[in-house]
């Protein structure tokens, strides 16, 4: 069975985790795709590699789709097209 999920990591107290939470949402939904929010403070490994790049969007894969400030931009469409 394939995987239809996004990996959303953030860590409470983002503002940029803030802003880009509805776009993401909105995104994976158009594509069909659902959201799952990770918290990055809660697992070391993750902390660890991604501690100042937050919010991070990972593929099913694990593949970084997209990171730092979010937009509704082009290039998030153009990442989420292949996934669908």
């Known amino acids: 069975m394939r995987d239809f999920s996004l990996r959303f990591l953030t860590r409470a107290g983002c503002h940029l985790c803030d802003e880009a939470?509805?776009?993401v949402a909105s995104a994976a939904a158009r594509n069909g795709l659902r959201v799952v929010e990770i918290?990055?403070?809660a697992d070391d490994r993750l902390l660890a590699e991604?501690?100042?790049?937050?919010p991070v969007i990972l593929g099913p894969d694990g593949q970084v789709l997209a990171e730092g400030?979010?937009?509704?931009?082009?290039?998030?469409?153009?990442?989420l097209r292949p996934l669908r």
């Open 39 to 41: 918290d990055i403070d």
């Open 21 to 23: 939470r509805p776009i």
């Open 69 to 79: 400030p979010i937009t509704e931009g082009r290039a998030l469409r153009r990442a």
């Open 50 to 54: 991604y501690g100042l790049r937050i």
